[in-house]
């Protein structure tokens, strides 16, 4: 069976598919307190403890907890983290993708093209995943630039130039449409600036806020990208995307809010991502074990990634 051309409910019977449709909006806010407190937390071990340690261990928590806040927006663009939609969207847009210079209104219908064609040359995501395998040495070069911040400065400096380079029909009309695209991304992080400066210090807004943005976030995001979709057969939705098991530890480093079961994802777009386990264990239930593309580790994937 081709599950890119079938139903959800060709895979689960109605009470399953009812059952992974349950939204729990506390769930939510439990997970924004958890994500906004774990970066507070980052920034008061290094402002109480300055050292090396205390800033390496900061720039971790607070960059995973970061590609949290990207996770909980990409649910967002699904309407699936809060039941009222004028809620979702506001909290999406707000608490989650503005202050990670991140917009769902054009997150959304980007990425559900991705859902849409999947690993097709209409997939934009396919450059992505294109590439692999690679080798090690390219790999690591990979690794290096996003440690060292330059992919970041690529991927900030490119979405600052696509806004100002913005079409308009003259100078107040531009002026409204690089404002309207710019000004949640303004306000939060004028936000975060002063309660910074109000609690700890001002220059911890650059030194506790960006370099992660621009280093560790960075890193994730490489890695989840590869482990979504490189390397897997891609003859079908069963095989066109992974889901990744991994520890708690690495869960809370690279693999927020359930982010690694990625088929279940993909299969059913409707189910919340509390809700992903669970559709993991309906699916192998239902016998669909030997269809799914799966993997024990993030380190295995990295090691088909780099097998070229």
Known sequence: MDSSKTKPLDLLDKSQISELRQKKDFRNVLALSFDWGMMAFGFYIFYAYPSVITFLVAVIIIGSRQFALAVLAHDGAHNLLFSNLKVNDFVAQWFCAYPIFQDNRVYRPYHLKHHRYTETDEDPDLSLSAPFPITKKSFLRKVFRDLTGLTGLKRYSSSILSI??????????KLFKVWNKIHGFLISNIIIFLLLSLFFHWYFYFLLWWIPAFTYYSLIIRIRNIAEHCVTPGDSGFDNTRTTQATLLVRFLMA???VNYHLEHHLFMMCPWYNLPKAHSMMIENGYKDKMC??????NVLLKAVSA
Request: charged share 25%; glycine share 6%.
């Open 164 to 173: 100002l380079h913005t079409d308009s029909s003259g100078p107040l009309d």
């Open 256 to 258: 927020p809010h359930r």
């Open 294 to 299: 799966m993997e024990t580790s993030y380190r």
